[in-house]
């Protein structure tokens, strides 16, 4: 199903970017593994219809792994059920990672790494009735201090086919430098594969293989404004002018069909990254946001571009 042996490039879960018609572009431009925005258990059991649509996929897309979050074991329960139903998905994913506030006042996300036990029955749960082939966790170094192998090592014993790390505590959320010693150290300690997660890009990817000898990497933030980067990474060479000005018209295009009148709205936060760094960027954008037309804007994307 996913070919460890060839490491493989993951899609991180990304709330807000990674959306079908992302998911389709990095598809196009070389990842071998996408994952769905992080979904709420209690989202797909109670609000079934409007979650569903972010379950969507494109036909390119496999493996594809939905990944939820939840603690109420009765409800996790429920939506694996659910999920068993949708035949185009391949695993899922328990995030045991995401450091939201939010998030963590649910005693989901990250707040499972303060509670082991708890982990370790959802996990179990997950993988007893799911029918899906693989089961997955994502998980970071620890919530305030780092303890991962304690944590990698919990999710080992509860059935996961595979984890991913993202080299920060929960505490750190975003802020400071990913630490791939204990990525590295992880690896050691465990059977199943590894996916090493944070602050990688096109320069680091080849160091973070070689150094934590995870089984495959997964990139997040790194992507947003730079669907391309799995295609760099593989062939070791930048994308041509062309081909990104093509790539960006063609992701307007998608969301076009996606999101109908929705498109402009959800296109603008990308075509800002996009045009990070580039010449004019603040005079492009001013320009964007002011229009409304839709052929203007992709006459403005093909003479920034």
């Known amino acids: 199903m996913i070919e460890f042996a060839q490491k493989p490039l993951f899609l991180a879960p990304m709330a807000g970017f990674s959306d079908p018609v992302f998911r389709k572009i990095v598809k196009k431009y070389g990842v071998d593994v996408t994952v769905s925005e992080m979904i709420s258990s209690n989202a797909l059991v109670f609000e079934n219809k409007k979650t569903l649509k972010m379950l969507e ?91 991962v192998c304690e944590i990698a090592k919990a999710c080992e014993e509860s059935g996961a086919d595979f984890i991913s790390i993202h080299a920060r505590t929960a505490k750190q959320m975003y802020s400071g430098n990913a630490d791939y010693s204990c990525i590295k150290k992880a690896k050691e300690a465990l059977k199943i594969p590894l996916v090493a997660n944070g602050d990688i890009d096109e320069n680091n990817a080849a160091y973070v293989f070689e150094y934590t000898k995870a089984d495959a990497l997964m990139i997040g933030r790194a992507s947003i404004g730079k669907p391309w980067i799995f295609y760099e990474i593989k062939h070791k060479k930048p994308i041509s002018k062309q081909m990104k000005k093509e790539l960006i018209l063609y992701h307007f295009d998608e969301l076009i069909k996606h999101y109908d009148t929705h498109a402009l709205f959800v296109f603008k936060k990308h075509l800002h990254e996009y045009s990070k760094n580039e010449l004019n960027a603040s005079a492009f954008r001013t320009s964007i946001n002011q229009s409304k037309d839709y052929k203007e804007i992709t006459t403005l994307i093909e003479e920034f571009f």
Do not use: M, W
């Open 57 to 147: 996929k494109d036909e390119l897309e496999r493996p594809y792994i939905v990944q939820i979050a939840g603690s109420d074991e009765e409800v996790l329960k429920k939506a694996v059920l659910l999920l068993n139903e949708l035949d185009f998905i391949d695993g899922i994913d328990f995030n045991c990672g995401c450091p939201v506030k939010k998030v963590i006042k649910q005693h989901s996300g990250s707040s499972l790494l303060r509670d082991l036990d708890k982990l370790k029955a959802c996990v179990s749960l997950i993988k007893t009735y799911s029918k899906k082939p693989l089961t997955s966790v994502k998980i970071r170094l620890g919530f305030d201090v780092e303890n």
